[in-house]
């Protein structure tokens, strides 16, 4: 039985460093949004349809070798709350792992513009993502969706059982981590580290 985190928030908010922080305290595998979008970009072309459809299969085929060879995994998700399709998206994915007896856990992440902002140029995200180096680029797109999105849910909108929101402006990734993990009485596996995060 493989368990499934989703980490969900807009763009810079901290995804990736609090997932690596419940990565390397439960010993789960992790899959950034940015891993299938990387990839697919290098190979087809930034935003072209061989470019999308190699990423939705990426993503796709992960969370069927996941529950297949029940590996719990943690996932980043940029997801447009108006957007009917994106409930339909992640209610899917839910219903994958719990219908092969893992659990589903949404955690979404808030944090101001200026926060946001002041993220989005950090040394650690310019590494681990390519397409963030064009930081004019970058910011330009984070003010756009910011502004033709709504990146987080409504006051007391929760769209899954095991939905939590956290607003982590002021909160480190290890301490949004703790909170997570308490939450939701999540127990770290035993696992050698190349297991759940060899390369990185």
């Given at each position: ?14 995804k990736?460093t609090?997932?690596?922080?419940l990565r ?6 992790m899959?950034m949004?940015h891993?299938?979008i ?10 072209t349809?061989a ?9 796709e085929?992960?969370f ?7 590996v719990?995994l ?6 447009a ?13 839910a219903d994958?792992f ?10 979404e992440?808030s944090?101001?513009?200026e ?15 390519a ?24 006051e007391?909108?929760?769209?899954f ?13 290890d301490e ?6 308490k ?5 770290a596996?035993?696992?050698e ?6 390369g990185?």
């Open positions: 039985m493989a368990n499934l985190i989703v980490v969900c928030g807009p763009q810079a908010v901290g990736m609090v997932a690596e922080s390397d305290k439960l010993k789960y595998n899959m949004n891993d299938s990387e990839m697919s970009d290098k190979i087809f072309g930034f935003g349809l470019q999308k459809e190699f990423n939705a299969i990426f993503r085929e992960v069927a070798l996941a529950v297949k060879h029940n719990d943690i996932f980043t998700y940029v997801c709350f108006e957007v009917p399709q994106e409930r339909e998206y992640l209610t899917s994915l994958l719990k219908n092969a007896g893992g659990e589903f856990y949404f955690v992440l944090a101001d513009l926060t946001r902002l002041a993220r989005n140029e950090t040394p650690h995200r310019m590494e681990r993502k397409s963030k180096r064009d930081v004019v680029w970058s910011k330009a797109n984070l003010l756009k969706d910011a502004s033709n999105h709504r990146l987080n849910s409504k007391g909108e929760a769209w059982e095991n939905h939590i929101k956290i607003d982590n402006t002021n909160l480190l990734p949004v981590a703790e909170i997570i993990i939450q939701y009485k999540l127990v596996n035993e696992k580290e190349k297991e759940y995060r060899f990185v």
